[in-house]
């Protein structure tokens, strides 16, 4: 079997298990303690497995506005050619971005709007919006970002907020969702006085990216049919230089972003919750990852102590290993590892919890991963949500292993 196959058997065993438990637990008579809170703990881990998937991100702006530079800026990684005279961008193509083999984002980069000429790169399309149409019709994004250079808020902005406002509307009635669009501005460092880097103390600098912050906002909030869409605009620069070859590195010292994880946080903030762990994970903003690592654990420990607590009458299966298993399948997904058996078995090994124990998947039947002998099938008072969270707090630290992540284990 394949690690793709692999993947995919672990995740349906997850969908399948947090569909089973409902089934039990809706059977429950109302009377039962903690009935409604159980069931809402797992409406929420089967949310946390609706958003394994990439985050999908839309970008469009005008043209030159530098959406192929913010696209590798935060993704950390040349994975669109960037022209320093011509349009680049051809057909309006969902893009997907890997590292080390995990499919991590996908995003859907544009060609400019109100182009003065044809890209380089071919596209059948007339013009960018029903280039970009195409595209839509093909994958619903999560989250737009509209760019404008933070030089041209005031120039000829009319236009390009016409097309979002028809891209955004047409988007709605094809997929009935509500998606929200932040503003980006681009090249901000551009802006007076010019020699001055970001981010900076200069007054003077500061106070031009904020009134043209301010201006783009107003713009966007100006238009009815982006008005309920539009949450935020944040300034950026995006200007970095890379490794030669796909996928190259930013040099070291060739790095003049600013305000890139910014405007990942102010995505994560914004977009359903679904993807929110796809989104830390993709940019590797650790206080995100852990923040939904936490979260998944607390659902997780109320679960097995509602099951410890609660024996469930005709359930025959163990209930409280599965539920773990899925925790650290997800904490170890969080990190950047698939989401497989795999990931639980390197865990038990690499953590010392259980060196040299024989970790196999039964079948569906079964819904067992057995960490240790006897350590998911003691059901006694409490017992489940204590092993339950220590574990947690386990993989955290062995996962996402940086100070604070340490200090929480603790």
Request: glycine content about 8%; aromatic content about 8%; proline content about 5%.
């Amino acid at each position: 079997m394949t690690a793709f196959q692999e993947n995919n058997e672990a995740l349906s065993r997850n969908e399948f298990l947090v569909t089973e438990l409902l089934k039990v637990v809706n059977s429950i008579p109302g009377f039962i303690p903690f009935k409604d809170e159980f069931q809402e703990k797992l409406k929420n881990l089967g949310s946390v497995l609706q958003g394994l998937r990439p985050p999908r991100v839309m970008v469009i702006g005008r043209t030159r506005c530098g959406k192929s530079s913010l696209i590798n800026a935060i993704c950390g990684l040349r994975v669109t050619e960037v022209s320093d005279t011509k349009p680049e961008t051809g057909m309006a193509e969902w893009k997907n971005y890997y590292h080390d083999g995990s499919d991590l984002l996908h995003i859907l980069d544009t060609r400019g709007l109100q182009e003065s000429q044809a890209p380089r790169q071919y596209d059948s399309a007339k013009t960018p919006y029903e280039s970009i149409m195409q595209a839509v019709k093909k994958e619903c994004p999560d989250v737009i970002l509209f760019l404008c250079k933070a030089e041209d808020v005031h120039a000829a902005s009319d236009k390009d907020l016409d097309e979002c406002e028809l891209i955004v509307g047409e988007i709605k009635k094809l997929y009935r969702r509500d998606l929200p669009v932040i503003g980006v501005l681009t090249q901000c460092d551009k802006l007076a006085p010019s020699r001055v880097p970001l981010p900076t103390d200069n007054e003077r600098k500061n106070r031009n990216v904020q009134e043209q912050v301010q201006s783009f906002f107003a713009f966007l909030r100006e238009r009815e049919g982006l008005r309920g869409h539009v949450k935020e605009v944040v300034p950026t620069v995006g200007d970095a230089k890379y490794e030669d070859g796909k996928n190259g590195l930013i040099l070291p010292d060739e790095d003049y972003r600013w305000n890139i994880t910014e405007l990942v946080e102010t995505m994560i903030k914004h977009t359903p919750r679904e993807i929110r762990g796809s989104l830390a994970r993709m940019a590797l903003i650790t206080k995100f990852q852990l923040t939904v690592a936490r979260t998944v654990v607390t659902a997780c420990t109320a679960l097995c102590g509602f099951v410890s607590i609660n024996p469930i009458p005709g359930a025959a299966i163990p209930l409280v290993v599965p539920i773990q298993t899925f925790m650290v399948m997800y904490i170890g997904w969080l990190s950047g590892r698939e989401f497989s058996d795999q990931t639980v078995k390197d865990f038990l090994v690499n953590a010392g919890i259980g060196v040299g124990v024989n970790v196999g998947v039964n079948g569906i039947a079964d819904i067992a991963l057995k960490f240790v002998p006897g350590f998911g099938t003691v059901l006694a008072v409490g017992a489940g949500a204590i092993a339950t969270q220590g574990l947690g707090d386990a993989a955290i630290a062995y996962f996402l292993p940086l100070p604070e992540a340490r200090n929480t284990a603790s």
